[in-house]
């Protein structure tokens, strides 16, 4: 069993209020659900009105397609976020531990 976990990290300018960060946070997250069949969570700093870090996990049997999966939702959410991505990191593990 291969996990693939990619955690972005957004910068929501102007933005000043929770309600204004959840309106982003659930658009992307339903987009990538929808788009990828993946799950999606926000991860880190939950109080802070301008910034949102969102965890995608994907699971399957072949470290390729981990890998493609997770790629292709960078790309779609570099495309289409309303938001400053400014970290995107990548981590794909087996059920014997970390791969890459």
Known sequence: MIIGVLTLEFRLHGNDSLKGKRQVAQSLKQKLRNTFNVAVSEVDAQ????KLVLAV????????????????????????????????????????????
Do not use: C, N, Y
């Not at 109080?47 to 301008?50: G, K, L, M, P």
């Open 57 to 100: 996990v994907t699971v399957s049997g072949e470290t390729t397609k981990v890998e493609s999966r997770l790629s292709k939702a960078l790309a779609m959410v570099e495309a289409i976020s309303p938001a400053e991505l400014v970290r995107a990191d990548t981590e794909v593990f087996s059920s014997a531990g970390e791969i890459e």
């Open 47 to 50: 109080d802070a009105h301008q």
